[in-house]
């Protein structure tokens, strides 16, 4: 059975830091290439930042790049964003996922980012 289970959201003032956790099973992932996406109200959901298997290739959405860094603990099925500089436009759901899961629709509740004053 797979899941996605998304953690460590939160409210937080502008230039505060969270980190978040994604715990998955039911997939193999340390041979999976991953993902967080954020989905703000009103908003289609975004990729943010993206981490091949091996973690020696990582990429970002501009509006993050220098803020936040995606990692990975391969022994332990976890995922990880740290966001630092948080803004009020950073305020959305955020979600792990894999291609894999992505294509055949699976999806976690994500957890909510909240960056106000």
């Known amino acids: 059975q797979v899941q996605l289970v998304e953690s460590g959201g939160g409210l937080v003032r502008p230039g505060g830091s969270l980190r978040l956790s994604c715990k998955v099973s039911?997939?193999?992932?340390?041979?999976?290439?991953m993902m967080w996406y954020r989905q703000a109200p009103g908003r289609e959901r975004e990729l943010v930042a993206d981490?091949?298997?091996?973690?020696?290739?990582?990429n970002y959405a501009d509006s993050v790049k220098g803020r936040f860094t995606i990692s990975r603990d391969n022994a332990k099925s976890t995922l990880y964003l740290q966001m630092n500089k948080l803004r009020p436009e950073d305020t959305a759901v955020y979600y792990c996922n894999s291609d894999w899961t992505v294509s055949h629709g699976y999806w976690g509740k994500g957890t909510q980012v909240i960056v106000s004053s």
């Open positions: 981490i091949i298997n091996t973690s020696r290739s990582t």
């Open positions: 039911g997939f193999t992932f340390s041979a999976s290439d």
